[in-house]
């Protein structure tokens, strides 16, 4: 509402970051087409930051800028300008066309985020199911490696104990 820009969610998660917009209020685009009106704040003058104390109350269509009336004589001469209050129907109406587009795009934009979490959550969903697997199938091996070993121990102290009667018996 205050910067009057459209962002994307970044964008807005971004600006609330910036100590110098954190202030600022978010307004969704679906409320911006509701009531574009709501795009000024209420009860907020804006003053003119050339000319100390006036307020900015005519718009210049060929700067595309708000400015004051000493603006429209020292600064902007011979430019094509009219008061806000008498332009902003047509610039509101401008702004809800320009959206139209957009408006659009949204239902592929939300698929298409709609099918990047599915995704995301079946790759994390794969990972858990191959992590399991693979804990699985080094528990086996493990199980494997272990009976190995008492097979293996088992033959050498089989193995130890012959030879050690067949010297204990040589040496009888």
Request: hydrophobic share 30%.
């Amino acid at each position: 509402r205050d910067c009057g820009k459209l962002v994307c969610e970044k964008c807005t998660e971004l600006h609330q970051t910036w100590e110098d917009f954190t202030h600022h209020q978010i307004v969704p685009i679906q409320d911006v087409e509701a009531d574009a009106a709501n795009l000024i704040p209420p009860k907020k003058v804006l003053y003119c930051p050339k000319h100390k104390g006036k307020k900015l109350k005519i718009y210049c269509e060929t700067c595309n800028e708000l400015i004051c009336s000493n603006c429209t004589i020292r600064l902007h001469q011979g430019h094509h300008y009219d008061v806000i209050s008498d332009t902003f129907p047509e610039h509101k109406r401008e702004i809800l066309d320009q959206l139209e587009p957009v408006k659009h795009h949204l239902a592929t934009v939300d698929q298409a985020l709609h099918t990047f979490d599915a995704r995301s959550r079946e790759i994390q969903d794969q990972k858990a199911a191959i992590q399991e697997e693979i804990h699985v199938r080094i528990d086996q091996l493990h199980q494997v490696l272990e009976q190995r070993r008492t097979g293996l121990i088992g033959q050498l102290d089989q193995l130890t104990q012959h030879k050690v009667k067949t010297l204990a018996a040589q040496r009888d």
